[in-house]
């Protein structure tokens, strides 16, 4: 019989293979504990408790987009700029998937919101 513990340690991150308009086939993983801290780190408005709207569904996508067929991650903490100038209508896309199987909510995001 396992432990509660073990329960918890055999946890996995979920992932699926999501066609964006424009893109094609991207394949989205869940976030771990840690990439949400990095998220938040790389979205933190300079002396400030708030965050930067414009840039958290880039700092997402760093951590959970990835390619189908190579799983290797599409971006790197450098494409943050890059990323936050393309078409929103890309970007929340890409991030409205990444969100979901995150476990991010409507709830995560209207705080955001707030706090930008």
């Given at each position: 019989m396992s432990s509660l513990r073990d329960t918890i340690?055999?946890?996995?991150?979920?992932e699926a293979v999501t066609d964006i308009p424009g893109i094609g086939p991207v394949l989205f993983r869940g976030i771990s504990a840690?990439?949400?801290?990095?998220?938040?780190?790389?979205?933190?408005?300079?002396?400030?408790?708030?965050?930067?709207?414009?840039?958290?569904?880039?700092?997402?996508?760093?951590?959970?987009?990835?390619?189908p067929e190579t799983r290797q991650p599409l971006f790197t903490p450098a494409d943050l700029d890059?990323?936050?100038?393309?078409?929103?209508?890309?970007?929340?896309?890409?991030?409205?998937?990444?969100?979901?199987l995150s476990g991010l909510d409507q709830k995560a995001a209207a705080a955001l919101e707030k706090n930008s």
């Open positions: 340690f055999a946890a996995k991150v979920r840690a990439a949400k801290g990095r998220i938040y780190d790389a979205t933190r408005v300079e002396d400030s408790e708030k965050t930067d709207a414009a840039k958290y569904y880039p700092a997402l996508l760093i951590e959970s987009a990835h390619d890059a990323l936050a100038s393309l078409p929103a209508e890309v970007v929340d896309a890409m991030g409205v998937e990444a969100s979901k």
